[in-house]
């Protein structure tokens, strides 16, 4: 979903940028947190990226369960292809099980780990009924497709500590020696979309007319309750009634309720002056936000933390 910016859509321009043929197999279905952004379905069939060249092919949906879709004709179609490395994603979301059981010749394979935290909502007793009952159904499906894939790949890729910490919970002893035989830990972000500019910070900071002087603090993900927002703009607002010139950006309201209840809580803060309040953005406006910032804060490990990494950004 190039429009959000996964791992799928870094992956397959960076080893486009290193001279590899790379073909994405996908699904036509959009993900729950796609479907405020785009408004039908991806159109089945091949096509290419016209920037890097990839190919992208969009196979027809079997079934299709909130975020986990399982696609007609995966595996033979990836066999079809005769890739030399097959990288595999997302397992949690069932789309790439085949692949990961089906024998492809000497097809290399790579499973990528991606952050480990659940967003779960927890806010009354029926949510919190919901929350525990996903997180033990949730639990024994990743320990059986984790451990899988640890015993079938050649390499285990990990974006953060934190994701290593998390499977190996989900791994035996045996499996978690061998996880860590196989792993490699890596920052995953695009250079060619996050980098810093001085001009561009210059840019945002008149735009918004923020002194030179102030500190920018910034927040760019999915707005919603599992975020803790008010947490942080609570602690904001403190900063600044203690004298500090202090700004908060938050990049990700998606035109829900919840962006209606965060925004009367930010109108009741003292200096509600203070704080910027913006929608999902492409890559390249983003990246200009992030270079108008001092500080980057996040309470959940996300890739954004990486793209912001990309521009220098610190970070707490």
């Known amino acids: 979903m190039p429009e959000i910016g996964y791992q799928e859509t870094y992956l397959a321009r960076a080893f486009s940028r290193l ?14 947190t796609g479907k405020k952004i785009l408004k039908s379905d991806y159109p089945t069939g091949l096509s290419v990226e016209p920037k890097y060249g990839y190919e992208v092919e969009r196979l027809p949906i079997s079934i299709n369960l909130n975020s986990k879709i ?17 990288i595999i994603i997302a397992l949690a979301k069932l789309f790439p099980i085949k692949v990961l059981s089906t024998h492809y010749k000497a097809a290399k394979k790579i499973a990528v780990f991606g952050d480990a935290g659940e967003y779960l909502d927890r806010t009354t007793t029926s949510k919190r009924i919901k929350a525990i009952f996903h997180e033990v159904i949730s639990k ?67 735009q918004l007319k923020i002194p030179e002087n102030d500190t920018v603090i910034i927040t760019s993900t999915r707005v919603n309750k599992q975020k803790r927002l008010e947490e942080i703009i609570n602690g904001i607002s403190k900063l600044k009634e203690a004298g500090n010139n202090v700004r908060y ?37 983003i990246r200009k936000y992030y270079n108008a910032s001092d500080i980057g804060l996040w309470l959940k490990a996300a890739i954004s933390i990486q793209e912001a990494m990309g521009t220098g950004l610190k970070l707490c």
């Open 140 to 206: 024994n499906l990743k320990k059986q497709l984790y451990s899988r894939a640890v015993k079938e790949c050649d390499r285990i890729i990990l974006n953060l500590n934190e994701t290593e910490s998390f499977f190996k919970e989900l791994l035996n002893p045996s499996l978690s020696k061998v996880l860590t035989r196989k792993k490699r830990l890596t920052l995953g972000f695009d250079p060619d979309s996050f980098y810093f500019d001085e001009n561009e910070r210059a840019e945002i900071r008149h």
């Open 19 to 32: 001279g590899y043929k790379v073909r994405v197999f996908s699904s036509t279905a959009i993900s729950p």
């Open 70 to 86: 399982i696609a007609n004709g995966l595996a033979n179609t990836v066999k079809d292809y005769e890739p030399d490395f097959i």
């Open 249 to 285: 950006i938050i990049i990700g309201f998606l035109g829900d309720e919840y962006e209606k209840e965060l925004k009367a809580f930010i109108k009741k803060q003292k200096h509600p002056e203070i704080f910027y309040c913006l929608g999902f953005m492409d890559h390249e406006t």
